[in-house]
């Protein structure tokens, strides 16, 4: 059973650095280009949005190493 709750972490730790990876280097260059076709629409974070979930996923990782370690 231990192996099990070791794969979610470290799924949830993949799909952290994913989500931070496309925040920082693959959205800006979509939402730049979204920019130069049409400079008068309203502009879409997904940059920012990758960003918080890659935190929000960050956060539970440390919450359940925390309450692995305080039910030991």
Same mark, same amino acid.
């Given at each position: ?7 979610? /972490?470290?799924l ?18 979509? /939402? ?7 400079? /008068?629409? /309203? ?7 990758? +960003? ?11 919450? +359940?190493?925390?309450?692995?370690? +305080?039910?030991?």
């Open positions: 059973m231990r192996s099990v709750f070791r794969s979610v /972490e470290w949830v730790g993949l799909s952290a650095i994913l989500f931070f990876v496309f925040g920082n280097y693959v959205a800006p260059y979509y /939402e730049s280009l979204f920019v130069q076709f049409d400079s /008068e629409a /309203e502009g879409f974070a997904m940059s920012c949005i990758a +960003k918080w979930i890659s935190g929000g996923l960050v956060s539970f990782l440390i919450l +359940k190493m925390i309450w692995r370690l +305080k039910t030991r």
